[in-house]
């Protein structure tokens, strides 16, 4: 084969690579010179494994010539959002404080990768400790949205979104602890999926909120990231919030079949403001599987408005806590010149984290210090309860629930001005999380000003199959098909 | 109102082992009391004899079995310390000042 590979999919690039029509050595060389080539002003990727992906191509093509499986994924390049932990590779999290740590060993879901023939093409931006909606927060670059370098890619996984939209990777994976990986796959065009908590292991994830994170992955189809999360679920012993439930081969669930198919309109998140062309977009996404034979149900998740105080009282809380391993003494930036241990800590953390983490530390100290845990925290959790509850309810009547991903499409840079602005961008993702179901974000057409809209489904515990099918129908009907960002080659 | 005093700032930071410079601990005294004012409404949800949520799929935590493991060796464990000494991390003193 001759030509671009960059834009193939998942699917295709580790089929021709497993007939021999493309050596997986050719893909990631064409890989690398886009990255080159276009990454100077998209800023997607921290780190470029240009020595470690031609070696591990390398790889790939010897066993295909000795007739050795490759893997499903065998020749497929990916990156990594920098909070996923990566033997021998930096991994900051976007953050000054890990910078120049160098882990001594893989997380579960890049040994997982590797395992089925992926090849790591670099680690990509995010928000520094996953903690923002735009990638801003990063400690070291800003990414642009591939659409519109005006605007933010979206965030946290801001790196992986802009990087699979345009066509430095195959695809991505990122991580999601209150709309991280759907959110940025909506801002760039792209599909997200969060899968249920405990679906894919934590071991090996910088953590942020251990209740809430999941990893997932970023493609430009559906069948991508059925085949992506195929390769990463499954139990792992070493989280011990894994689930030990059987992983379903996710692209026989893609049918093309939604006849009869129950889809629940909670009329909390419409009634809510949101732009005239994402209404607009999500309006067809709905009608596009009626056209197929799905029945909409109007249903009421009332505890909806909650979800934003509960979440931002949960994620502090499990950060303040996750991050105090971050001292200035076993890995990470150290302050000179410290008197004592405590000036050490107070130090290194002043220095070290920037001012969205400082401030999710104080506010996580703040409600759960002594006297005040009852109010805030576990008062959050049975919050939790209630939103799960009210999600369990609708399942009674429906199979998926269906909302826009983001009320508005990419924001411009620096337009968030306080940091409740912020949190706001991610009004419609939070509960998923906190109530630990499944959910993805698939794209449903592009605003007159060309930006994507992304369409957020939900579903039940476990039954990411049940909305890939879904997400699939809606690709087909009123997905980008073929447009890509800002014209590029 | 939750207004945080700039006491309570100073002591939360204490707690949270956070050195904040004056113009930070100030932008955190308003910033915090935004929010904190958002999360009032909260206190009007009843949640009498509501369980607290621990995760989507119910589930027991495990144990694993109480057999030995190998484990990331010390030398590797301690490669990425800002100070360390053969497999030991360097702390500065701990009461005091000045010395190791």
Not at chain 1, 229 to 250: K, N
Not at chain 1, 284 to 302: C, D, H, Q
Request: aromatic share 6%.
């Amino acid at each position: 084969m001759s030509g671009p590979t960059e834009w193939l999919s998942v699917t295709d690039t580790a089929q021709k690579i497993s007939t021999g029509e493309v050596s997986a050595a050719r893909v990631v060389e064409n890989y690398l010179a886009r990255i080159t080539n276009v990454d100077r002003e998209l800023n997607a990727y921290l780190t470029v494994t240009s020595d470690e992906a031609r070696k591990a191509a390398a790889e790939i093509d010897r066993k295909r010539t000795a007739n050795q499986p490759i893997g499903p994924l065998g020749g497929v390049p990916i990156s990594l959002k920098d909070n996923l932990v990566t033997k021998g590779i930096a991994t900051t999290a976007g953050s000054k404080i890990l910078e120049g740590w160098v882990p001594p060993y893989d997380g579960a879901v890049v040994e997982r990768l590797r395992a089925a023939g992926a090849i790591v093409l670099g680690k990509v931006n995010c928000d520094e400790f996953a903690m923002g909606s735009s990638t801003e927060r990063s400690a070291y670059k800003k990414t642009k949205n591939p659409w519109d370098t005006s605007r933010v890619p979206g965030g946290s996984s801001g790196g992986s979104a802009a990087s699979v939209a345009a066509g430095l990777c195959a695809a991505s994976l990122g991580t999601d602890t209150g709309g991280s990986i759907r959110q940025p796959a909506a801002f760039c065009g792209v599909v997200g999926v969060k899968p249920t908590y405990g679906r894919v292991s934590r071991w090996g994830v910088v953590a942020f909120a251990s209740s809430l994170d999941q990893v997932g992955p970023l493609t430009r189809t559906v069948r991508d990231s059925a085949l992506v999360l195929e390769a990463i679920a499954g139990f792992d012993p070493r989280d011990s919030t894994s689930l030990d439930a059987p992983v379903p081969r996710y692209v026989d669930a893609l049918t093309g079949d939604v006849k009869g198919l129950r889809v629940g309109i909670p009329h909390e998140y419409f009634d809510a403001n949101i732009d005239d062309e994402i209404r607009a977009a999500i309006d067809k996404a709905k009608a596009a599987l009626v056209e197929r034979g799905a029945i909409l149900v109007e249903i009421s998740l009332p505890n909806t408005a909650h979800a934003l105080p509960a979440y931002y009282i949960v994620a502090p809380a499990e950060a303040s806590s996750n991050l105090a391993r971050y001292d200035g003494i076993r890995f990470g930036k150290a302050a000179a010149g410290a008197k004592n241990l405590l000036d050490l800590y107070q130090r290194s953390r002043g220095s070290g984290f920037g001012p969205e983490v400082k401030r999710r530390i104080m506010l996580g100290t703040y409600a759960l210090r002594s006297g005040y845990y009852d109010a805030y925290y576990k008062k959050a959790q049975q919050i939790r309860t209630l939103i799960k509850r009210d999600f369990d309810k609708a399942f009674h009547h429906v199979d998926v629930v269906l909302t826009p991903t983001t009320p508005t499409a990419a924001f411009r840079f620096n337009s968030k001005a306080t940091p409740l602005d912020m949190y706001l961008a991610d009004i419609f993702t939070l509960s998923c999380n906190l109530a630990g179901l499944p959910g993805l974000s698939v794209p449903c057409g592009l605003t007159v000003d060309g930006l994507p809209v992304g369409v957020q489904l939900m579903g039940k515990p476990l039954d990411e199959a049940t909305l890939l099918r879904t997400a699939e129908v809606i690709e087909s009907a009123v997905g980008l098909g073929n447009r890509r960002p800002g014209g590029r080659p | 109102m939750p207004q945080l005093t700039r006491k309570e700032v100073d002591e939360i930071a204490m707690l949270a082992r956070l050195h904040l410079e004056p113009d930070e601990a100030i932008r955190m005294q308003d910033e915090l009391g935004k929010i904190l004012d958002h999360f009032l409404a909260l206190a009007t949800v009843e949640t009498d004899g509501v369980p607290a949520m621990t995760h989507a799929v119910p589930m027991d935590l495990r144990l694993r079995k109480d057999e030995p493991a190998s484990s990331l060796p010390a030398s590797e464990a301690v490669r990425a310390a800002p100070a360390r000494e053969g497999d030991l991390f360097v702390v500065p003193a701990i009461i005091g000042g000045g010395d190791k």
